[in-house]
């Protein structure tokens, strides 16, 4: 029979030794993760709150406004009261007509001149640093300031704009103060201060497309143009579909330039938009019902150009 080897004493002892801080590492391993989990949920939680109470809360208190009417403080459930008068408002048609013009001028100028504008500095191979920080100086300008610098531009008077086209010998034009010019007049303003943010997120885009792409579309001898279609706008498709979607959402909430260069409704009612006229509703008529019902009005609208959204990029996966 073969002889069957005790361990001794220290063999023993070196054996429990090298067994104990594995058994110990697995134990701090689980608590250690458990305390990163913790600590990830906690963000998470006040990630969740702050949503919660400035985003979600609001909705929520919107969607429950619009249903309601408060008089001396005292508030009631009126139905659909509120969604019936906002509807037959004589204005109501015009603030819609208008924001859709506004948003239509403002996709052609704010969408397609930042892109093209990043695609003319992704080009440069010289002092491309300062010219993006020039093309992102307006905006850092706070909307304010903006807004009223443009209103003394477009002044008919004094301003930069008809100085400049008298040095020409042009035609001047009235800009804020006529009802053909006053709504595209507003968009410039936006457009300028605006597509800074939209310039760097392209630029962005341009920056990651392989360069072997470009190398074989100049093999096959395309254009500048040619491999702008056939290559830089599929390789950008999908942050220029998210661009669309967060350009239509930001310029259907226009309030700010509006208010502040045309005084809202503008020369006969041209400049009046959908949040302009909420702001109406709430602050001079003090109808925050109507108000509401207005905004649920925006909120529905918004919320299907969103699921389209989401459903052509769902069908093009």
């Known amino acids: 029979m ?3 080897t005790v361990p001794d004493k220290t063999t023993r002892r070196h054996a429990g030794r090298a067994a104990g801080p594995r058994a110990q590492g697995g134990r ?23 949503f919660g109470f400035f985003s979600w809360y609001p909705m929520v208190r919107e969607f429950i406004m619009s249903f309601q009417s408060t008089k001396r403080g005292v508030t009631t459930w009126v139905g659909f009261k ?13 603030a819609w007509k208008n924001t859709g013009m506004f ?7 704010g969408f397609a001149v930042p892109f093209l504008v990043a695609i003319l500095l992704n080009e440069l191979r010289h002092a491309q640093a300062y ?10 300008l706070p909307p304010v300031a903006g807004a009223l610098l443009f209103k003394y531009f477009y002044n008919p008077e004094y301003g930069l704009f008809n100085r400049i086209l008298k ?3 042009l035609p001047t034009s009235q800009w804020l103060d006529s009802s053909h010019t006053a709504l595209i007049s507003v968009v410039v303003a936006a457009t300028w201060m605006s597509m800074g943010s939209a310039t760097l997120i392209y630029l962005a885009a341009l920056q990651n497309i392989p360069g072997e792409l470009y190398e074989a579309a100049d093999l096959d001898g395309a254009g500048l143009w ?16 998210l661009m669309l979607l967060l350009q239509i959402v930001a310029t259907m909430q226009e309030f700010t330039n509006v208010f502040l260069m045309a005084g809202g409704n503008g020369p006969e009612n041209s400049t009046m938009t959908v949040v302009y006229m909420v702001y109406q509703y709430g602050y001079h008529y003090n109808n925050f019902g109507g108000a509401a019902a207005l905004g649920l009005f925006l909120l529905l609208v918004l919320a299907g150009f ?3 959204y989401a459903r052509i990029n769902r069908n093009s996966d």
């Open 2 to 4: 073969a002889a069957t």
């Open 28 to 50: 701090g391993g689980t608590s250690r993760r458990l305390s990163q989990n913790i600590q990830a949920y906690g963000f998470l939680i006040g990630a969740i709150l702050c």
């Open 82 to 94: 509120n969604i019936k008068t906002v509807y037959h408002d004589p204005y109501f048609w015009t």
């Open 103 to 109: 948003t239509l001028y403002a996709l052609l100028l």
């Open 131 to 140: 010219l993006r920080i020039l093309v992102y100086l307006p905006v850092m």
């Open 167 to 169: 040095i020409f010998h």
């Open 226 to 241: 040619s491999k702008i279609w056939h290559v830089t706008i599929p390789q950008t498709k999908l942050v220029l579909s």
């Open 306 to 308: 969103s699921g389209l």
